[in-house]
């Protein structure tokens, strides 16, 4: 099945002349000499309400049904639906083809497509206007079972009032499969009003929606209970909810999808009904943004293998609107297992800038990467927040790269510093590593805020901007050859002076140094033996 793009339209357009008032029903699209395939030509013949029309033009194969040949005006004043409806049925009854719209805007009370390969295409003047508050303006409904090989191209959807139901808007997809949507437009048009919901997917899979523009007065994308999909070159701006709503979705691949100064979450990904069979993971984006949403810009309740490449959360267009709000927040749930609903993240790359509460806020999830991310002034509204926060029972958690500073030269710098620390490791977070992270310029003189319970596991290295712990309980010299634990749950260095030692083990194994006033480096968990002849004086010192 192929679909027309300027050539065809070019066609049709030189046909609708030919015919008079450009009304053309069935439009074949044939080789101009049967069975002897021709590269790039066809003949064009048909018959208008004024007559017949023949023409000549690059060959890109199926059959076409243009809604005007059935009727429809697209004056913006008549009511299409039934025209429209009829170059749909006739389109599903020969088999799929493509029911054209050319330039104009069609009022409908709302349209159904129920077969497969049927492919709606317009041209960027052309736009469907719904009038019904209570009907999708546009419906792919494979009743039953999947239907395959729809697609909905180049079209403006608006609506001609503000009064739609919350549970409909623009274009839903049901039971679909290798579909394809590109180039619409969904939002303010001709009509005056705008959708509510955007664009809808249920049960729909191995599809592409790309190179799209939605607006509306609720949600702008919403995947539910879908798999197997590529979003791709989308925006998402000025709505008056959540701009990508994703819920169980297994499998699903973002490029370059934005969403600007939307009421709700810039993007939310999460599971409605925990445990009905169908999760939200293996889900990957990159190059994707939120900004400036009226709650956090990226919100993740549920999933499971989760990567973000490069990814931007953020408050660049007015501070004022985020409210509170975190630029990427990882919030999980702990079952009685003691598993976390949020698990197996990794960000690479991204970036959480002047954000009202934490840049990267990590609660109850368990094995999240954090490398190479720029999280900076973070906290604006005075709120004290640092740029990332580790909280509740989050563990596995890796901070590796990251610059988590208030003293930045990329933005603005906010006037005193709003940021208080570059991370926070509180509750009873547990299994925490921070290693490489520049922490420097931040409000608080510790540039790790650490107030986690004594009992659980972290280790920090190499940090630049936090202060080593110097609060250490300091162990007894033990008898020689004796081991003594580290207890402390951060790397220690231990700086040994005096006495005559003999030979120095770490966790076991032989250093093969045996000299005194000298460091030794003890992981948290590890031991040191010291064997000697004289006993020595010790320090530790925690990082």
């Known amino acids: ?29 044939q080789s101009s000499t049967p069975g002897t395939p021709q590269v ?13 029309f023949t023409g000549r033009q690059l060959d890109k194969g199926g059959q076409v049904f243009n809604v005007k040949g059935y009727g429809a005006k697209g004056d913006n004043l008549t009511d299409d639906t039934a025209a429209i409806q009829s170059a ?14 050319p330039s104009g805007n069609y009022r409908t009370t709302g349209l159904t497509v129920t077969g497969q390969g049927v492919v709606l295409q317009g041209t960027p003047q052309s736009t469907l206007i719904g009038t019904s508050t209570t009907q999708w303006v546009l419906l792919f ?8 090989h729809n697609e909905l191209l180049t079209l403006t959807i608006g609506h001609a009032n503000q009064g739609q139901s919350s549970s409909v808007g623009a274009v839903r997809l049901f039971n679909q499969a290798q579909f394809l949507i590109s180039d619409v437009r969904v939002g303010a048009s001709a009509g005056g009003g705008l959708p509510n919901l955007g664009i809808y997917l249920e049960n729909a899979q191995n ?4 190179n799209s523009i939605i607006g509306g007065l609720g949600n702008g994308v919403t995947l539910y209970k879908s798999g197997n999909l590529t979003l791709n070159n989308i925006l998402v701006a000025n709505t008056g ?4 709503l994703i819920d169980a979705v297994g499998g699903l691949w973002g490029y370059a999808l934005q969403t600007y100064n939307n009421s709700g979450f810039g993007f939310y990904i999460y599971d ?18 939120g900004d400036t949403s009226g709650l956090p810009n990226w919100v993740v309740a549920s999933v499971r293998r989760l990567s973000l490449d490069h990814c931007w959360g953020a408050s660049n267009i007015s501070k004022d609107q985020n409210t509170w709000a975190s630029g990427f927040y990882f919030i999980g749930t702990i079952n009685g297992s003691g598993y976390s609903s949020v698990t197996d993240v990794t960000m690479t790359g991204c970036w959480a800038v002047q954000n009202n509460k934490h840049g990267i806020e990590i609660a109850d999830a368990q094995n999240v990467s954090v490398l190479n991310c720029e999280v900076l002034g973070n906290s604006v509204s005075g709120n004290s927040q640092e740029g990332i926060g580790i909280l509740g029972r989050s563990s596995n958690i890796r901070l590796v790269g990251n610059r988590c500073r208030d003293d930045h030269l ?23 590593v921070a290693i490489g992270n520049d922490v420097q310029g931040n409000i608080a003189a510790v540039g790790i805020n650490d107030s986690a319970a004594p009992t659980t596991r972290r280790v920090y290295r190499g940090n630049l901007g936090y202060n080593p712990l110097v609060t250490v309980p300091q162990p007894t010299v033990a008898a020689s050859g004796t081991a003594v634990p580290n207890t402390t749950n951060v790397d220690c260095t231990v700086f040994v002076s005096g006495g005559g030692i003999t030979s120095v083990a770490i966790g076991g194994v032989a250093t093969g140094i045996a000299a005194t006033n000298t460091s030794y480096r003890v992981p948290a968990g590890s031991s040191i033996t010291l064997s000697y002849s004289s006993p020595p004086t010790w320090r530790w010192v925690g990082e």
């Open 241 to 244: 909810g959540t701009g990508f």
């Open 141 to 148: 409904d494979g009743p039953g079972n999947l239907a395959f």
């Open 410 to 432: 990329e933005f603005p710098v906010p006037s005193p510093k709003t940021q208080l620390a570059g991370i926070a490791v509180r509750d009873l977070s547990d299994s925490i």
């Open 207 to 210: 599809g592409t929606v790309m």
């Open 1 to 29: 099945m192929n679909r027309i793009h300027p050539y065809i339209t070019a066609a049709l357009f030189l046909a609708s002349l030919s015919a008079g008032e450009g009304l053309a029903q069935n439009v074949s699209l």
């Open 40 to 52: 790039g030509h066809m003949n064009i013949t048909g018959t208008g309400i004024a007559g017949t």
């Open 272 to 289: 409605s009904i925990p445990n009905d069979g169908y999760f939200s993971e293996n889900q990957f984006y990159t190059a994707c943004a």
């Open 88 to 101: 749909i049925s006739a389109c599903q009854s020969g088999g799929g083809g493509v029911v054209f719209l």
